[in-house]
């Protein structure tokens, strides 16, 4: 089971830092992912980390801006989200999956889901 928390209501510019924990499980030799969703849009897809390795994986409007990281010990990944635009503003997601590197943004390959956390940028 996946816990996402960590969102909530920031000016433009300001930074949030969303958390997603494995609840009874591990992480390990998996890919866990963020993605997003706003009212009307399909779901896309922010930013992904592989357990093993680190390797990072960002959508291009949030280079620079988001960073992803994972604490093996609490078996939590994190996504810092930094100068905050209102375009961010979405439900976000973690999911966990065995994706390829050219599908890594693909949400058929994740096959955990957790309950989305809303994040709010005000302008």
């Known amino acids: 089971q996946l816990q996402a928390c960590g969102g909530g209501l920031v000016q433009a510019g300001g930074s949030l830092r969303l958390s997603c924990a494995a609840s009874g499980g591990t992480f390990a030799g998996y890919t866990v992912a963020w993605f997003r969703q706003s009212p009307g849009t399909e779901r896309e897809y922010v930013s992904s980390?592989?357990?093993?390795?680190?390797?990072?994986y960002y959508r291009d409007s949030v280079k620079g801006r988001f960073t992803i990281s994972r604490d093996s010990a609490k078996t939590t990944a994190y996504l810092q989200m930094n100068s905050l635009k209102p375009e961010d503003t979405a439900v976000y997601y973690c999911a966990v999956g065995r994706p390829i590197t050219s599908a890594v943004s693909n949400d058929n390959m994740y096959y955990y889901w957790g309950q989305g956390t809303l994040v709010t940028v005000s302008s």
């Open positions: 980390i592989r357990w093993s390795g680190g390797a990072t």
